[in-house]
């Protein structure tokens, strides 16, 4: 009697410990910061999670649930999406769709369950493309229940800054410029916030490299010449084969992990990190082997894909949905991003039933670029402008190039109501997003 007394006072005191049976609890506070980068002598304004660019790493078990009281300080609305994890449609995230805005001075209490290992990131999805620009993002592991042997588990954070000469940050946001082409690309790219960062390893070490586009717009093709190594999972989810990272393009929100093997005779070298992206290369970062004795390789084998969606499923079926992208005018800017010639929220939307395997046409009628993102599901690339291109992986967002048509097969998973969108920003924020409601039978 006196113990449930007690936690109906507790329940009563404090809604963060109302939350029995949670496994892990953390706090993520939206609020204004400042940030040093190297070109300047005076600190950056940005907006920031708990006063720190990018926001805290957050790190949790598979198969535990993850509770995040988010207490919003900034001067505007905000909310958190945790981009890649299917969890329950009420914590995806969404103003307007899965909740309301969390107003200045509010809280929220997101409950992740954590069902998959993986690499995910967090951002708000109010006006996303200011909010993410200045800073508003983060990473979250999921770790494998049976932490996997590797010697480091290192985090890049991909970031794309437009900054000011003041050292200010260029403080118009979704410009006619930036509609117009492949949203705000900036002037200064960071990983983990720092500019060109050394990671320092050993001769012998296997390290695990989680890299992450958390760019408003700009796509990364990262290449790590000369170091032995393979991609192991794609957009948080194990590959079915492991393939070469080359020219892997990496769009806003997409993520692979990586299996490096630092060669013993490796000692004193160093290894850049490139973008082949753009016309031309350009240095990210540096990998740095220390000049000594070579560890011992720890030797065992990552997991490979389970409940991999075979192809097959969709062989036979005909395209559930298509989706045509291009600019109409008018909408918030004038320039409008349409999905089938409509704006969010008045969009062409889709329903799915849960566990119908459904296939999904984007075609891109534009001259830019649109990475595509699905909230909720994973899926797979079956064709690409009409030729079979069945990639060894699934993922959540897939680049469609200009005038480039891709064919995606999924099984809805999950119920709710989930948006997609293109995930260069500015495009998002002026009208390409729709939303897939996915319900029983
Ligand atoms: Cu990172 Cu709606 O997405
Ligand atoms: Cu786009």
Request: charged share 25%; proline share 7%; aromatic share 10%.
């Amino acid at each position: 009697m006196f113990k449930r007394l007690l936690i109906i006072l507790l329940l009563l005191c404090s809604p963060i410990s109302a939350l029995a049976g949670a496994d892990n609890k953390t706090q993520l506070t939206p609020k204004e910061g400042a940030h040093q980068f190297p070109f300047f002598d005076y600190l950056t304004p940005v907006w920031s999670y708990n006063g720190q660019v990018p926001g805290p790493t957050l790190r949790a078990r598979a198969g535990t649930t993850l509770v995040v009281d988010v207490n919003n300080q900034l001067k505007e609305a905000t909310s958190v999406h945790w981009h890649g994890l299917r969890i329950d449609n009420a914590m995806d995230g969404v103003p307007g769709v899965t909740q309301e805005p969390i107003k200045p001075g509010e809280r929220f209490t997101y409950r992740l369950r954590l069902e998959e290992a993986g690499t995910f990131w967090y951002h708000p999805h109010l006006n996303a493309g200011e909010q993410l620009e200045r800073g508003l993002k983060g990473v979250l592991i999921v770790e494998e229940q049976e932490k996997l042997p590797f010697s480091q588990d290192v985090v890049w954070l991909l970031d794309d800054w437009r900054l000011r000469k003041d050292g200010t940050i260029y403080p118009y946001f979704n410009t006619r410029h930036d509609l117009m082409h492949d949203g705000r690309w900036g002037n200064a790219i960071t990983i983990n916030g720092k500019v060109k960062p050394t990671l320092t390893v050993t001769p012998g070490e296997r390290i695990r490299l989680r890299i992450i586009n958390g760019a408003n717009a700009r796509i990364f093709a990262g290449s790590l010449a000369g170091l032995p190594m393979q991609v192991i999972a794609v957009d948080g989810r194990p590959v079915s084969t492991f393939f070469p990272f080359d020219h892997f393009i990496l769009s806003p929100g997409n993520r692979v992990d990586l299996d490096i093997t630092i060669p013993d005779d490796a000692g004193g070298r160093i290894f850049q990190f490139e973008d082949r992206f753009t016309r031309r290369p350009h240095v990210l970062g540096k990998i740095k082997v220390r000049d000594e004795k070579p560890h011992k390789t720890p030797q065992f084998a990552p997991p490979k894909a389970k409940g991999f969606i075979p192809a097959e499923i969709f062989e036979e079926l005909p395209v559930t949905k298509t989706w045509d992208l291009n600019a109409v005018r008018g909408g918030r800017f004038g320039i409008g991003w349409a999905m089938n010639r409509r704006l969010w929220p008045t969009a062409d939307k889709a329903d799915f039933k849960l566990g119908k395997p459904v296939k999904i046409r984007f075609i891109n009628s534009s001259s830019r670029l649109h990475p595509m993102h699905i909230h909720g599901a994973f899926f797979r690339v079956l064709e690409v402008n009409g030729q079979p291109d069945v990639e060894l992986f699934t993922r959540d967002t897939v680049l469609v190039g200009p005038r480039e048509s891709i064919v995606i097969g999924l099984i809805p998973e999950h119920e709710g109501i989930w948006v997609a969108h293109c995930h260069i920003q500015s495009h998002a924020d002026a009208g390409m997003m729709t939303s897939i409601k996915v319900d029983k039978k």
